[in-house]
């Protein structure tokens, strides 16, 4: 059997080698493109769709418009990641504020009967590096996960096939879980 082709955006991440290393380490290949070059579909090529962090913000909807067009015209899986979920979050009318600058490792309570933290316990900790917070989920979306500074840590789209997750999941072994509950969506 072949093994499932995950497209991941490169929106500028400082740990795109850690975020493919991940997937492939949980059985998927991987194809990087930087988010200038993503295609305007997966046409059957990919089982699902990987968008990084930012250095860019999230509030620049003219530059990212082509990649969250890709994504809800797309007909696989989506997890975003930090800048990838507040740039998708704003397209959809979400709203983020400026907060704490957190680096490490953090609580989150996230909400076990969602298939996403199937390997995980009620509280995980995940790797934090940022100050943008996603203030509620927008229209189309419900947080499932939320911590003392964040009341939107993780979402999920209405139809469940969209993901966002503020924290960086590429590292720390409670982030490589909840991307394993994510690669048994597309397998």
């Keep these: 059997m072949a093994r499932p082709r995950v497209l ?8 795109l080698k850690q975020l ?9 290949d991987t194809d990087a493109v930087d988010v200038a ?18 250095k860019v913000r999230a509030y620049d909807t003219a530059f990212y418009q082509p990649l969250v067009d890709l994504v809800r ?8 990641i930090c800048g990838g979920m507040q740039l998708l979050a704003v ?11 957190r680096v490490g490792g953090y609580e989150v309570q996230v909400d076990k009967e969602e298939a996403l933290f199937t390997y995980v316990k009620p509280t995980v900790t995940v790797f934090h ?12 979306f419900r947080s499932i996960g939320r911590s003392e500074h964040a009341p939107v840590e993780f979402l999920r789209s209405d139809d469940g096939r969209i993901f966002g997750s503020q924290a960086h999941l590429e ?9 394993r ?4 969506l597309y397998r």
Excluded at 129 to 135: D, E, I, N, S
Aim: aromatic letters at 8%; hydrophobic letters at 35%; charged letters at 20%.
């Design 20 to 28: 493919r290393a991940r997937f492939e380490q949980l059985g998927s």
């Design 91 to 101: 397209a959809a009318g979400g709203r983020l504020e400026e907060g704490p600058q």
């Design 37 to 54: 070059s993503a295609p305007t579909d997966v046409g059957g090529r990919y089982q699902a769709i990987v968008l990084s962090g930012t």
């Design 8 to 15: 991941v955006v490169n929106n500028g991440t400082l740990s």
């Design 73 to 80: 015209g797309a007909d696989v899986p989506v997890f975003a």
């Design 181 to 184: 509950g994510f690669a048994q």
């Design 171 to 179: 590292f720390r072994s409670d982030g490589l879980e909840i991307l």
């Design 129 to 140: 590096r940022h100050t943008l917070y996603l203030q509620e989920a927008p229209e189309g």
